[in-house]
């Protein structure tokens, strides 16, 4: 709890769980991550400094020294569940070797999760491991498939306020699961969405 206050020191409480959420769950810039709050926040909270931005992607982004993911070192099988994310038809991601082990093992879990929320639970899963947090809860929400719809979510939800966990307050930890949880039923519903126009 003090690390949360000293990293998110001034910077409004009912920003902060979002600059998180953003720092560690996409890819995007500062200025990027600014935008969104801007546009989410703007008039009613003070927005952060694209510095303070920048130390709150810097703490909370899983660092990764595994080198870049290629086609031609992989086995086949693990290649055929990380191109589908990584040529997802909007983005072409950039993936190192360890996203592309933790891509492979959420798709054998979830084989019907869309690209973008599996690489929200691959950053979920190496920056939890990295700050040493028990993963337990995140395994409990790919467990509960909140992205499959509403009852999904409302049985995660009250399966995570009875969890437990010895790292984190069971509040921040239930928190950031539950956070995730509703970003996954998000995107789900936006791939929907997209999938029906076209």
């Known amino acids: 709890m003090v690390q949360k206050r000293q990293r998110g020191r001034n910077i409004a409480p009912e920003v902060y769980p979002r600059l998180e959420e953003l720092a560690q769950n996409t890819r995007s810039t500062a200025p990027q991550i600014e935008a969104v709050l801007h546009k989410?926040?703007?008039?009613?909270?003070?927005?952060?400094?694209?510095?303070?931005?920048?130390?709150?992607?810097?703490?909370?982004?899983?660092?990764?020294?595994?080198?870049?993911?290629?086609l031609a070192d992989a086995d086949p099988d693990e290649?055929?569940?990380?191109?589908p994310v990584r040529f997802d038809g909007e983005h072409e991601w950039l993936l190192s070797t360890e996203e592309a082990g933790w891509i492979a093992k959420v798709r054998r879990v979830a084989p019907d999760l869309p690209s973008e929320a599996v690489l929200n639970m691959v950053w979920s899963y190496m920056s939890w491991?990295?700050?040493g947090h028990d993963t337990a809860l995140l395994d409990l929400v790919l467990a509960g498939a909140?992205?499959?719809?509403?009852?999904?979510?409302?049985?995660?939800?009250?399966?995570?306020?009875?969890?437990?966990?010895?790292?984190?307050?069971?509040?921040?930890a239930g928190n950031a699961a539950l956070r995730l949880a509703h970003r996954l039923l998000f995107i789900a519903d936006r791939a929907k969405g997209k999938g029906s126009e076209s």
Do not use: C, M
Not at 79 to 83: D, E, I, K, N, R
Not at 146 to 172: F, M
């Open 40 to 70: 989410e926040f703007g008039g009613k909270h003070r927005i952060p400094s694209p510095s303070q931005i920048k130390r709150v992607i810097r703490d909370l982004r899983p660092r990764d020294t595994s080198g870049p993911w290629r």
């Open 79 to 83: 290649a055929a569940l990380v191109l």
């Open 129 to 131: 491991q990295q700050r």
């Open 146 to 172: 909140p992205w499959r719809g509403q009852e999904h979510l409302r049985k995660l939800v009250n399966q995570i306020s009875t969890y437990h966990t010895g790292v984190l307050s069971k509040a921040d």
